[in-house]
């Protein structure tokens, strides 16, 4: 088997990246608070799936302009070993949390943007929830991007091809997967509260898995970036 960026590794890393508490959490919250404003399922599944194309378009967009930045200023090497690091700290980071949940520094959406996210889903409307969606998944990155940085920098080192732009699609499609089963869950009569509680109590075990991964990636570009292992030239 040659070694090298593969689809395995990219789907196993989006997997665990999907179950990231931090964008679930921010899904529950708006499904609560528009049943909250109105009982209708039908407009909370309409909203909800605007609001995670929104994501997913977002998400994708920053994915090849940040793949695009990197090759063009040919950054891919250089970069590779820095954000292999951080990286590396960001997982020791969710992996703190494991053992102390919101104990000094944390992976998590600051609390001045929380707050900014509760006050635009109490007004959001169709439109709104295209905004809402740019909006999380920009606040979202300290909570969510370390996964997708290291996939990205990975992918720099490869030709930009439309192997790559799968890549980030498939990717992206994985990230977003678990919060489309959440909407329909609710939809098909779940109770939101019930979720939310869920998701506290698992959180913990989220983050390490996250962490763990972290680490792994981390530990793999630096590999690359120092001639360890050579990334080939296929994705297979």
């Known amino acids: ?5 593969t689809w395995f590794t990219v789907i196993m890393t989006a997997l665990v990246d999907s179950i990231n508490p931090c964008a679930i959490g921010v899904l529950i919250l708006m499904i609560s608070t528009l049943l909250a404003l109105s009982h209708d399922r039908v407009k909370m599944l309409f909203v909800g799936i605007i609001y995670l194309v929104a994501v997913y378009i977002t998400y994708f967009l ?20 820095f954000v292999g690091v951080l990286v590396i700290l960001m997982g020791f980071l ?26 635009y889903i109490k007004k959001v409307t169709i439109p709104g929830a295209i905004f809402l969606g740019i909006f999380v998944a920009a606040v979202e990155l300290p909570c969510t991007g370390g996964p997708y940085l290291a996939i990205t ?18 990717y992206n499609i994985i990230f977003v997967l678990p919060l489309v089963v959440i909407l329909l869950l609710v939809y098909f009569g779940m109770s939101a509260k019930k979720l939310e509680r869920l998701r506290k109590e698992a959180r913990g075990w989220m983050r390490l898995f996250i962490g763990l991964v972290m680490v792994g990636l981390g530990i793999l570009l630096i590999l690359f970036a120092t001639g360890y292992i050579n990334l080939a030239a296929s994705y297979y």
């Open 1 to 5: 088997m040659i070694l090298g960026l």
């Open 62 to 81: 920053a994915g090849i302009g940040l793949l695009l930045f990197i090759q063009r200023f040919n950054l891919a090497e250089p970069l590779g070993i």
């Open 94 to 119: 969710e992996i703190k949390d494991y053992f102390w949940y919101g104990k000094g520094i944390t992976l998590a959406i600051p609390v001045s943007q929380s707050k900014k996210i509760e006050k």
């Open 153 to 170: 920098t990975l992918l720099a080192r490869q030709p930009f091809n439309l192997q790559a732009i799968l890549l980030l699609l498939v």
